[in-house]
């Protein structure tokens, strides 16, 4: 389905509950696998990627219900996963397949892995191979591509630098030390996400953190938790963009996750001159409420460093700094070019739908993107988002700038993270037609 997103007249205005993390809801959904006591989950995010994980969980022995948007589960325990007798589907969900292969690497079972077209051409061997290290028994197309088959076995324990800032790559490791042989510890010199850290110590994990270091004693068994997961930041940042490059709007996003590992976007647009307003509390997560208005911005330097921190949100940065006064240059922006698409192409591409200049200099983990900002409204056309559901959705709140208006071909494919985004965009004024 084709939708297509112009400028108005009107400011976008009101308050919203962006969809639940759905990043969070993958972790608690796999991870109370690994625990034989009941787990209860509030507000659970209901986009594929976590529908998938469910499906997944339950191939492995989960059991579960729905009450409206709470979950309720009970895990077989890590030592007593069931082997499944089909292979199992992960969707468009690397996130899934690279938890599962830590998961399940040290089990006693035997799964195969798979996932849609795209997912089946991304990379696993940055995965793999930390693990295979550590013993285990893993098996995949060329060049480490899924499907992939997972042959668990005993696994000794692991003293690991993480040569990227990646919370998947984390995870996985974290995954397979939990029942491994011995102590593990794993460097992590440039911060990534710490979802799987806290939601693990919550479960009573042998986990300890001092700086970059990271240590992981194997324990016996994990505890049950209950836990109420707050909308997606990665969600909100798309209605954040909306109030900033929508004249005099007003959008209040509630009860939002603002841990500081995903956050890095509020401060690169604080800089740009955002005025962006945020009050919360703690828990397991911080969670809380943000306050947006629309302002005048200016281009800044993002630093790689953190990269880490925004790394779901650029192509809407490179959007939102396409509007902005002057240049803006991205440092760090390889892994752009390894997600559910080739990112980065696919932003410079919006980005002369837009009318705006880009370009792209250095390379490997020196890739820089460089956006040439201009003050005013987008030029508009129809934007092919290569199924990428942030593509999509950049593509969208860009519209809101463009008085021609964006035409954005598959645009169902937003759905994989917030099956919502384009009724709630129309909640707050945007104009959106079929």
């Keep these: 389905m084709n939708l297509t997103i112009k400028k108005t007249n009107k400011p976008l205005m009101g308050p919203l509950r962006p969809e639940s993390d759905k990043s969070i809801s993958q972790r608690l959904i796999l991870f109370s696998l690994l625990t034989n006591e009941e787990c209860v989950f509030e507000k ?28 309720i589960t009970k895990g077989p325990g890590f030592r007593s996963l069931q082997e499944p007798s089909v292979p199992v589907y992960c969707g468009n969900s690397g996130t899934l397949m690279r938890f599962l292969m830590g998961l399940l690497a040290p089990s006693d079972i035997f799964a195969v892995l798979t996932g849609d077209e795209s997912l089946n051409k991304r990379p696993m061997a940055r995965i793999a191979d930390p693990l295979k290290s550590m013993g285990a028994e893993i098996f995949s197309r060329t060049q480490g591509f899924a499907p992939l088959a997972i042959k668990g076995t005993k696994l000794k324990g692991i003293n690991y630098t993480l040569p990227v800032a990646s919370a998947q790559l984390k995870t996985a490791i974290l995954l397979a030390t939990l029942n491994s042989e011995g102590t593990s510890t ?12 806290r939601i693990l110590l919550k479960m009573g994990a ?66 740009m001159g955002a005025k962006i307003t945020i009050d919360k509390n703690a828990d397991i997560e911080p969670n809380g409420n943000i306050y947006i208005t629309s302002q005048k911005l200016f281009g800044t330097t993002v630093e790689s ?44 591409e919006l980005l002369s739908l837009l009318g705006r200049e880009s370009y792209v200099s250095g390379e490997g983990k020196d890739l820089t993107l460089t956006i040439k900002g201009v003050l005013g409204s987008f030029s508009g056309g129809e934007y092919d988002p290569r199924l990428d ?36 965009l129309q909640k707050l004024g945007a104009e959106i037609k079929e």
């Excluded at 794993?186 to 850290?197: A, C, K, L, Q, V």
């Excluded at 809407?316 to 752009?336: H, K, P, Q, R, S």
């Excluded at 999509?392 to 169902?412: F, H, Y």
């Design 305 to 348: 460093f953190e990269i880490p921190t925004l790394i779901d949100e650029i192509p809407l940065l490179a959007v939102i700094c396409a509007a902005a006064e002057g240049e803006t240059v991205i440092n760090g922006v390889f892994e752009l070019t390894v997600k559910e698409s080739d990112r980065l192409s696919g932003t410079i």
């Design 389 to 424: 559901h942030r593509l999509a959705m950049a593509a969208a709140i860009a519209g809101i700038n463009s008085t021609d208006g964006i035409t954005i071909k598959d645009s169902e494919c937003a759905k994989v993270s917030q099956p919502e985004f384009y009724c709630q």
């Design 186 to 197: 794993i460097i992590e010199n440039t911060p990534s996400r710490d979802h799987s850290e």
């Design 44 to 71: 659970i995010s209901r986009a594929l990627d976590p529908k998938s994980a469910l499906i997944a969980a339950s191939l492995f022995g989960l059991e579960y219900k729905l009450e409206g948007d709470t979950l």
């Design 206 to 271: 042998g986990i300890k953190k001092s700086g970059s270091l990271i240590t992981i004693e194997p324990k016996k068994k994990l505890s049950g938790i209950r836990v109420r997961v707050g909308g997606d930041f990665s969600s909100a940042a798309f209605f954040i963009g909306a109030g900033l490059l929508s004249e005099k709007s007003e959008i209040t996003l509630e009860d939002v996750n603002l841990n500081p590992t995903r956050t890095g976007l509020i401060k690169v647009l604080e800089r």
